[in-house]
Nanobody, 121 residues
Framework: QLVESGGGLVQAGGSLRLSCVAS????????MGWFRQAPGKGREFAAT????????SYADSVKSRFTISRDNAKNTLYLQMNSLKPEDTAVYYC????????????????WGQGTQVTVSS
């Protein structure tokens, strides 16, 4: 089970830190990622991180503003979001899988329920 937290309402230019805690399994061997879904749109890739945490990748839309990280000892995934924009408004989901990182949401097996992020202008 994956449980996200940390979402909320923030003004443009502000910051939020999302967390995703895994229970029921150790995620140290899983690739993990963050996806987001805005109203009326499909679920889109935001960032991924390999099991060791060494390799990360980002969507162009969030690169240099968002940072994905993980603490395997705590079974927790993070997403630090800075310089937030109104277009970042979405439900943010964490995902996990044993396969290599993929930007396609369809490739991921395990999902959290999501946390709402709203950025006001």
């Amino acid at each position: 089970q994956l449980v996200e937290s940390g979402g909320g309402l923030v003004q443009a230019g502000g910051s939020l830190r999302l967390s995703c805690v895994a229970s029921g399994r150790t995620v140290g061997s899983y690739t993990m990622g963050w996806f987001r879904q805005a109203p009326g749109k499909g679920r889109e890739f935001a960032a991924t991180i390999t099991p060791s945490g060494i390799i990360t990748s980002y969507a162009d839309s969030v690169k240099s503003r968002f940072t994905i990280s993980r603490d395997n000892a705590k079974n927790t995934l993070y997403l630090q979001m800075n310089s937030l924009k109104p277009e970042d408004t979405a439900v943010y989901y964490c995902a996990a899988d044993l396969l290599s990182p993929s930007i396609s949401a369809k490739s991921w097996k395990y999902w959290g329920q999501g946390t709402q992020v709203t950025v006001s202008s």
